[in-house]
T-cell receptor, first 116, second 114 residues
Framework: GAVVSQHPSWVICKSGTSVKIECRSL??????MFWYRQFPKQSLMLMAT?????????EQGVEKDKFLINHASLTLSTLTVTSAHPEDSSFYICSAYRTVGNYGYTFGSGTRLTVV | DQQVKQNSPSLSVQEGRISILNCDYTNSMFDYFLWYKKYPAEGPTFLISISSIKDKNEDGRFTVFLNKSAKHLSLHIVPSQPGDSAVYFC?????????????FGTGTKLQVIP
């Protein structure tokens, strides 16, 4: 089955530093990947859509300069949280959309970011 | 504006009985609906889906029902097992900018009591 690997699983960083989260599709090519954020006891909120070879599409209210997305290949998308602050602490999850085969989205295992 | 709503934040069911999780949506453009199961600090796991042209889809113990006129769908788990205890997210998708954009509900925490 389709597997999406997300790394790291958890990260603690100091306020003001940047953190990069990787999302890889391991056994299929994903021209489109999605980045979500989940606050405790809340829904998964779509942050942005990452398109291979082009600029990401950000949802309303998401700062594109703060959450940098790069989708350089058909199997890798990265989310960089720049100049992180404690309010950026959250659970970030990526998802890959298959272009062929069964319809469905496969999610990564998520990254718990804590900014101290 | 919450386009996908799960009005029950939690549900407790006895092992062996039926679990019914409900979901309502407002956007008539949604053409595909999905249910995901999620454990804390993990990504969602796909359970079952249904196209808007169908009213029922069954996969083992899981059945999803769709009532388009009421903009309502439900997930039935029969029989419920303790391992089913998790948060269940309803999701709906619609075409947006060349891809299917997925909107999630707020989740229902299911507890199956042994």
């Amino acid at each position: 089955g389709a597997v999406v690997s997300q790394h790291p699983s958890w990260v603690i960083c100091k306020s003001g530093t940047s953190v990069k989260i990787e999302c890889r599709s391991l056994d299929f090519q994903a021209t489109t990947m999605f980045w979500y954020r989940q606050f405790p006891k809340q829904s998964l909120m779509l942050m942005a859509t990452s398109n291979e070879g082009s600029k990401a599409t950000y949802e309303q209210g998401v700062e594109k300069d703060k959450f940098l997305i790069n989708h350089a290949s058909l199997t890798l998308s990265t989310l960089t949280v720049t100049s992180a602050h404690p309010e950026d602490s959250s659970f970030y999850i990526c998802s890959a959309y298959r272009t062929v085969g069964n319809y469905g989205y496969t999610f990564g295992s998520g990254t718990r970011l804590t900014v101290v | 504006d919450q386009q996908v709503k799960q009005n029950s934040p939690s549900l407790s069911v006895q092992e062996g009985r039926i679990s019914i999780l409900n979901c309502d949506y407002t956007n008539s453009m949604f053409d595909y609906f999905l249910w995901y199961k999620k454990y804390p600090a993990e990504g969602p796991t796909f359970l079952i889906s249904i196209s808007s042209i169908k009213d029922k889809n069954e996969d083992g113990r899981f059945t999803v029902f769709l009532n388009k006129s009421a903009k309502h769908l439900s997930l039935h788990i029969v029989p419920s097992q303790p391992g089913d205890s998790a948060v269940y997210f309803c999701a709906a998708s619609a075409k947006s900018g060349g891809y299917q954009k997925v909107t999630f509900g707020t989740g229902t925490k299911l507890q199956v009591i042994p």
